[in-house]
């Protein structure tokens, strides 16, 4: 089964930091690679996309098939940036497969 | 800017009643899709629905669920009877097979 696995529950930084919240995925295809995120009382919204390789309010993130990993990252944390991120996976035509989610937490 | 809809927020039931829990795709999407949620563990895909008919289905998705579209607007999921571990958040997401818009959630606590 295709597993998408994000290390980090909790993850803390301070206001002004770099922040990295990592993803590593299994999957036997070339995969389609997701991060969405949760704002506090907030739906599930899509942050970005790797195919579309943009930045999204300064978060990028790189595919790197060769560790299996679909990192974002920040290179300096807002405070509005805390929230319940998730990596996702597309498995198939339609079907997401997410990780467990981390709960990123800026500190003033 | 249109969004999912769902209702309702919070459902508590009785374990073995049938719940019904509705959703409002975006408008001009033709792909819906039920996840769900247990407390502290992963959103899980559970059905996907196209063109009038299920696409796609996960192993969570037995017989005591079933997915609906009875009209233009609303894309329904049917718990027959509930059990104590069908307890979690349930989303309901839409797409024109891009990007998956999800909705609020509906809370489902069964005692």
């Known amino acids: 089964a295709q597993r998408v696995t994000q290390p980090e529950k909790l993850l803390s930084v301070f206001k002004g930091a770099p922040v990295e919240l990592k993803c590593n995925y299994s999957?036997?295809?070339?995969?389609?690679l997701f991060w969405y995120v949760q704002y506090s009382r907030q739906r599930l919204q899509l942050l970005l996309r790797h195919i579309s390789r943009e930045s999204i309010k300064g978060f990028t993130a790189d595919l790197n098939k060769g560790e299996t990993s679909f990192h974002l990252k920040k290179p300096f944390a807002q405070e509005e940036d805390s929230a319940m991120y998730y990596c996702a996976l597309r498995e198939g035509a339609q079907k997401l497969v997410f990780g467990q989610g981390t709960r990123l937490t800026i500190n003033p | 800017e249109p969004e999912v809809t769902q209702t309702p927020s919070h459902q508590v039931t009785q374990m073995g009643q049938e719940v019904i829990l509705r959703c409002v795709p975006i408008?001009?999407?033709?792909?819906f899709y039920w996840y769900r949620q247990i407390l502290g563990q992963k959103v899980e895909f559970l059905v996907s629905?196209?063109?009038?008919?299920?696409?796609?289905k996960s192993e969570i998705f037995d017989d005591q669920f079933s997915v609906e579209r009875p009209d233009g607007s609303n894309f329904t999921l049917k718990i027959r009877s509930t059990k104590l571990e069908d307890s979690a958040m349930y989303f309901c997401?839409?797409?024109?097979?891009?990007?998956?818009?999800f909705g609020p959630g509906t809370r489902l606590l069964v005692l």
């Open positions: 629905f196209y063109n009038n008919e299920i696409s796609e």
């Open positions: 999957y036997s295809g070339s995969p389609e």
């Open positions: 408008s001009n999407h033709l792909y």
């Open positions: 997401a839409s797409s024109t097979g891009e990007t998956q818009y």
